[in-house]
T-cell receptor, first 114, second 114 residues
Framework: GAVVSQHPSRVICKSGTSVKIECRSLDFQATTMFWYRQFPKQSLMLMAT?????????EQGVEKDKFLINHASLTLSTLTVTSAHPEDSSFYIC??????????FGAGSRLTVL | AQSVTQLDSQVPVFEEAPVELRCNYS??????LFWYVQYPNQGLQLLLK??????LVKSINGFEAEFNKSQTSFHLRKPSVHISDTAEYFC????????????FGQGTRLTINP
């Protein structure tokens, strides 16, 4: 079946630094992918939709300059949290469209900003 | 806009007992409905989905869900649970138009006790 690799699974950084999260589809190619964010005991919130080779479309309230998304190929997308602050601490999850009405998710990355 | 409500944040049950995880949604347009499962330290996996046709859909591991349009519900059921069903379960909807963009509920943590 379709597999998505996401890493790092956990990262701790200092306030003001930038962190890059990588998401790869291992056995399929996808034009479209999504980045989600999950706060403790809350739902997954869509941050942005990304199409390969195009600029990402961000949801309302998500700062595009803080959360940089690069989707340069059909198998790789990265999310960079720039100048991270403690309020950016969260669980970030990527997903690729792996079929008709089917998303394949990464295992998530837990970011802690000190 | 769409919204999803999972009424129970945690559901503890004994092994071999039946379980129902509730999901209600709100939408002004036609939607597709999904249940995803997240096992510890893994990414979300599609459990089952309703796109059209029979309102009762089933998964390969004994779960089933029924789409009830009048009650705007998509409750998940299993007649007899196993320890291995311990996981977080997420209900989600997407618009039929632009179907790949999911809106998730808050999740229900199912804990199976021996």
């Amino acid at each position: 079946g379709a597999v998505v690799s996401q890493h790092p699974s956990r990262v701790i950084c200092k306030s003001g630094t930038s962190v890059k999260i990588e998401c790869r589809s291992l056995d399929f190619q996808a034009t479209t992918m999504f980045w989600y964010r999950q706060f403790p005991k809350q739902s997954l919130m869509l941050m942005a939709t990304s199409n390969e080779g195009s600029k990402a479309t961000y949801e309302q309230g998500v700062e595009k300059d803080k959360f940089l998304i690069n989707h340069a190929s059909l198998t790789l997308s990265t999310l960079t949290v720039t100048s991270a602050h403690p309020e950016d601490s969260s669980f970030y999850i990527c997903s690729f469209v792996s079929g008709a009405n089917v998303l394949t998710f990464g295992a998530g990355s837990r970011l802690t900003v000190l | 806009a769409q919204s999803v409500t999972q009424l129970d944040s945690q559901v503890p049950v004994f092994e071999e007992a039946p379980v129902e995880l509730r999901c209600n949604y709100s939408s002004s347009v036609s939607v597709y409905l999904f249940w995803y499962v997240q096992y510890p330290n893994q990414g979300l996996q599609l459990l089952l989905k309703y796109l059209s046709g029979s309102t009762l859909v089933k998964s390969i591991n004994g779960f089933e869900a029924e789409f009830n349009k009048s009650q705007t519900s998509f409750h998940l059921r299993k007649p007899s649970v196993h320890i291995s069903d311990t996981a977080e379960y997420f209900c989600a909807v997407s618009r039929v138009q632009g179907a790949q963009k999911l809106v998730f509920g808050q999740g229900t943590r199912l804990t199976i006790n021996p």
